[in-house]
């Protein structure tokens, strides 16, 4: 069992930064593909970034590229999405996830097992 706690999201004007934690506690994440996903109101949730276990590997969507980084500490058991440039349309819940064991990036929800409860991000213009 793993279990995330995020923290760092907030209310931020448009073209700021926030730097979202994912604490991990019940095992180490060091064997764990960690992802950020996201959910704006009456929208599905999708997916930000991902890195794999080793963090050799990252994956952005298109929307994020060049303005967010996901990274990972292994020896704090924690994961990070920095987001830089942010704008209106960034605004959401974001979600941190795991998943144990295997090898490669995951980019659908139901591929991660593990779930926070999420931290609300808002972008003012």
């Known amino acids: 069992q793993v279990q995330l706690v995020e923290s760092g999201g907030g209310l931020v004007q448009a073209g700021g930064s926030l730097r979202l934690s994912c604490a991990a506690s019940g095992r180490t994440i060091i064997s764990c593909a960690m992802a950020w996903f996201r959910q704006a109101p009456g929208k599905e949730r999708e997916l930000v970034a991902a890195?794999?276990?080793?963090?050799?590997?990252?994956y952005y969507a298109d929307s994020v590229k060049g303005r967010f980084t996901i990274s990972r500490d292994n020896a704090k058991n924690t994961a990070y999405l920095q987001m830089n440039s942010l704008n209106p349309e960034d605004t959401g819940v974001y979600y941190c996830a795991a998943e144990t064991d295997r090898l490669g990036i995951y980019y659908r929800v139901y591929e991660y097992p593990y779930w926070g409860q999420g931290t609300q991000v808002t972008v003012s213009s």
């Open positions: 890195i794999d276990l080793g963090g050799g590997s990252t």
